[in-house]
């Protein structure tokens, strides 16, 4: 017999006569029946798959009334969130905008300061947010969207951030991209209604163009095509595209 055959033989019976102390309940002793060790261990891991399943779960479901707000804010119109928003919520908003910090090209980048993050009723809440909605002469796009959760301090409860997109044109008609990050917690009542009980930004930023860049040509060629709001849609999505290339070879890219 090969001396690998000996080792690996060796290396068996060493594996088959030797137990830890997990498997036999005593160290060196035969396998103890009704050890809670492993069970114990098994629940455990259960436990914390059920509540990564629940989270899993809210997550998404807060992540859809997110994505209702956002529809109803296009419209222009904050009353009609009020009821996404719990009777009283924590919140701090984006107070004042400052001069531009840098300048590239044709858009200008904005910082802006926070008033302090307190507890206000709905509807003070609300009329921050319609002041961030007013800023937008008109509005093409509005976004909250989650960016991670954890469990809250209660059960139905989750907490973690947001980030925001505002995308319009200003009072001077001037094309303003909005953007805002944020903690944000809600809490889901019985009959899975959620309801945001923080809102606080701490980090936002407004980007300008100081003239367009491009000129709406499809329009006048009679190949415009204007589909109804996301909320009024009876038909399935519509999927829409661009192509980009150098096609005049002079560097820069063509659309």
Request: hydrophobic share 35%; with cysteine; aromatic share 6%.
């Amino acid at each position: 017999m090969s001396s690998t055959r000996i080792l690996l033989l060796s290396l068996l019976v060493f594996g088959l006569t030797s137990c830890s102390p997990l498997e036999t309940g005593r160290e060196g002793g035969p396998p103890t029946t009704g050890s809670s060790t492993q069970p114990a261990t098994g629940a455990k891991a259960q436990l914390a798959l059920d509540e990564l399943e629940l989270l899993e779960e809210g997550t998404e479901s807060l992540a859809n009334h997110l994505l209702d707000l956002s529809v109803r804010a296009r419209s222009g119109d904050a009353s009609r969130l009020g009821d996404g928003f719990a009777p009283r919520v924590r919140a701090a908003f984006p107070e004042t905008m400052a001069a531009a910090k840098d300048r590239f090209g044709f858009f200008s980048d904005h910082d802006w300061s926070f008033d302090a993050a307190t507890e206000r009723s709905r509807e003070e809440v609300l009329a921050e947010l319609q002041g961030l909605l007013d800023r937008h002469h008109s509005l093409e796009d509005v976004r909250f969207k989650l960016t991670g959760t954890e469990p809250g301090d209660r059960p139905g409860r989750i907490v973690g951030r947001f980030k925001s997109f505002l995308v319009g044109r200003d009072a001077d008609g001037r094309r303003s991209w909005f953007r805002g990050k944020g903690d944000l917690a809600a809490s889901r009542d019985e009959s899975g209604r959620w309801s945001v009980d923080a809102l606080v930004f701490d980090t936002a930023h407004t980007v300008r163009a100081s003239r367009d860049l491009f000129t709406e040509v499809g329009a006048p060629a009679g190949l415009a095509h204007e589909d109804p709001t996301y909320a009024e849609r009876t038909e399935g999505l519509r999927s829409h595209g661009a192509a980009a290339g150098d096609l005049d070879g002079d560097g820069l890219l063509d659309l």
